[in-house]
Each structure stands twice: as C-alpha cells, then as structure tokens.
C-alpha cells in the first residue's frame, strides 16, 4: 500500500481488557502474568516468528497507549 498511496502506514495491536469494575490487585496480578509470560523466552521467539513484538506495559501505560491510539485515528 505504502508505494501506491504515499505515507501510507498501518499497524495491529492486541490487548487484553477487564471490565473497568474490576478490583486494582486483580487487575496488577494480570498484568504481572502476562508481562511474565511474555518474558519467557519461548513466548518471544513465537511473538517473533509471527512477525510481531510484544509490548510490556503497566496498565497505566496499556491506557494511555490505547487513548493514543484512539486519538491517532482521529486524525
């Protein structure tokens, strides 16, 4: 696509989400779970050969990335 329209760019993202209700330990505990789990080194040559890179975030910073992306389509 880039080579037929000119700056052109696209991109995916996968999360995971809990309803906003849901109690802060068990929102850090998740996060703490799939952060490690997406250390192992297993999980990152297979992230790897699917073409992609995992992210490890905070859940601050899943928010904020998520409002970013939202904001960027906007444009």
Same mark, same amino acid.
């Given at each position: 696509?880039?080579?037929?329209?000119?700056?052109?760019?696209?991109? #995916?993202?996968? %999360?995971?989400? +809990?309803?906003?209700?849901? /109690?802060?330990?068990?929102?850090?505990?998740?996060?703490? &779970? *799939?952060n490690?789990?997406?250390?192992?080194?297993?999980?990152?040559?297979?992230? #790897?050969?699917? %073409?992609?890179? +995992?992210?490890?975030?905070? /859940?601050?910073?899943?928010?904020?990335?998520?409002l970013? &992306? *939202?904001?960027?389509?906007?444009?």
């Amino acid at each position: 696509m880039g080579e037929m329209l000119s700056g052109f760019e696209a991109s #995916a993202w996968v %999360g995971f989400g +809990a309803p906003r209700s849901t /109690p802060a330990d068990i929102v850090n505990n998740l996060n703490r &779970e *799939i952060n490690a789990a997406l250390a192992e080194p297993k999980m990152k040559v297979r992230i #790897a050969e699917l %073409g992609a890179t +995992a992210a490890v975030m905070s /859940p601050t910073e899943a928010d904020k990335f998520v409002l970013d &992306e *939202i904001e960027s389509g906007r444009r």
